[in-house]
């Protein structure tokens, strides 16, 4: 049996139908941009292995940074502890991000990085004995699949079958172009209720959703509208953070700062799962007491592993370096000028960049479901052509590593651009 055969008798993958699916190549090797399975095809992996990977497969510097801290310190308990690695991310993290994020709390991944930040929200406010106990978040959000964040998502097919047992989120629609005045208006609505503790977003761009993308110049009337009516606000970072928008981060093209940030992705350059929340010190001071039951109560395991941090360390370095910052620009640029070259082809209805996210919706006559059949169709002819890709219904998007070669790219967007004839 060979390494595919033995994963359909043991694994059971996230999001999969395994009575439909069938066999899934075993990647056995991965170097750049590039994976290889078992039987010696070549994949170029164009999303970064859901935005994780940006400095590429099996890269040298996150490998040495790791082995060493591996044989200096690899784990020790972060309860009544501290230790060298996490406290020099932690200052070197807060020199990166809005001026207002003073204090960081770790975590294992992104849901969880959420769920730290839903609770502080809710427990600030148990703590003032005032009474805000909803939240507000946006339509078709993605914030995770652990209860609180699966609550605040929108995209209803991941959450349905666990409805009736979830924190009580109010949904609003994102403020995409020509929505802006309208969500405004809803939004203030909301908040006049006084019944939120935090509105929670992902930056300018939903992810999975499809890339959907709004402006910063609303999101900042947004963040100044929860302040006035003192609701917090959560920047879900997850997906937009270490350089995808073009900046180091989606709210580096805000002018206000939100008051909680979560990442995790990209945070370690895809080596070691390890997730931040970021708090401003008025949300940290909301925990101070004499009463040891005001202290925030969440924490895992791995909390704030050195070997996760050291790897978060050396990818803050590659993220800082001139090659890498050159690379994401020309990465932007090139998905411009592809942008123009497809976008007046007749089964094109929208094309978006940001930073080295394109997005592109292809015209159906019908709304297209999340995992339907010409979604499908669309994925496996981009595997069979050796390119990564995994469209949400009728959206493909490219979210390429930033190590990516002019070539590699130019693969990519020709097979997008082949794929326009599928039906
Ligand atoms: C992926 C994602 C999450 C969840 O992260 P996990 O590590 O999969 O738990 C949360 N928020 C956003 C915006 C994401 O893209």
């Known amino acids: 049996m060979n390494l595919s055969e033995k994963d359909q008798l043991y694994n059971w993958h996230p999001y999969t139908q395994h009575q439909t699916i069938g066999l899934l190549p ?4 991965g170097q750049g941009a590039l994976l290889w399975d078992e039987e010696g095809n070549e994949y170029i992996d164009a999303i970064a292995s859901w935005w994780v990977n940006p400095y590429g497969h099996s890269n040298s510097v996150m490998a040495e940074a790791i082995y060493k801290q591996l044989t200096t310190l690899e784990h020790v308990l972060f309860g009544g502890f501290t230790n060298e690695p996490a406290v020099v991310l932690s200052e070197k993290l807060l020199t990166l991000l809005p001026s207002n994020q003073k204090k960081v709390f770790y975590s294992d991944n992104g849901s969880t990085a959420v769920e730290v930040a839903l609770k502080a929200a809710l427990q600030f406010f148990y703590n003032k004995k005032e009474v805000r106990r909803r939240i507000l978040a946006f339509n078709d959000a993605f914030h995770g699949d652990t209860f609180g964040a ?3 998502s929108g995209i209803t097919f991941f959450t349905e079958a666990f409805q009736g047992s979830l924190v009580d989120v109010c949904r609003i629609p994102v403020p995409v172009e020509g929505q802006e005045l309208h969500v405004l208006q809803v939004l203030e609505e909301q908040l006049q209720t006084g019944e939120f503790a935090a509105f929670i ?3 300018l761009c939903q992810g999975a959703a499809g890339m959907v993308m709004y402006s910063p110049e609303v999101l ?6 929860c302040r006035t009516y003192g609701v917090f606000t959560i920047a879900d970072e997850v997906m937009t953070g270490f350089g995808k928008t073009g900046k180091n981060f989606a709210c580096d093209h805000l002018t206000e700062q939100p008051d909680m940030m979560c990442f ?3 945070l370690t350059g895809g080596t070691i799962p390890m997730a931040i929340t970021t708090f401003t010190q008025q949300l940290f001071n909301g925990f101070l007491d004499a009463d040891v039951n005001k202290a925030l109560f969440h924490g895992h395991t791995f909390t704030a592993n050195p070997t996760g941090c050291a790897a978060a360390l050396a990818s803050l370095k590659l993220l800082e370096s001139e090659p890498i ?3 994401i620009q020309h990465i ?4 411009l000028a592809f942008s123009d070259r497809i976008k007046n082809h007749p089964r094109v209805q929208t094309t978006r960049v940001l930073g080295v996210i394109f997005a592109l919706e292809i015209c159906r006559e019908e709304q297209e479901s999340y995992y339907g059949d010409f979604r499908n169709r669309l994925y496996h002819f981009f595997i069979k052509n050796g390119v ?3 469209p949400v219904g009728n959206i493909v998007y490219i979210l390429p590593p930033y190590i990516i070669t002019d070539e590699q790219l130019e693969k990519v967007y020709a097979i997008v651009e082949r794929a326009l004839e599928i039906n």
Do not use: T
């Not at 900042?220 to 509208?225: A, C, E, G, R, V």
């Open 26 to 29: 075993a990647i056995v090797k």
């Open 150 to 152: 699966m609550a605040s």
């Open 201 to 203: 977003f992902e930056p």
């Open 220 to 225: 900042d009337k947004m963040i100044l509208l």
């Open 264 to 266: 995790s992705k990209a």
């Open 325 to 327: 910052q050159a690379n």
């Open 332 to 335: 932007h640029q090139r998905h």
């Open 388 to 390: 990564i890709l995994r």
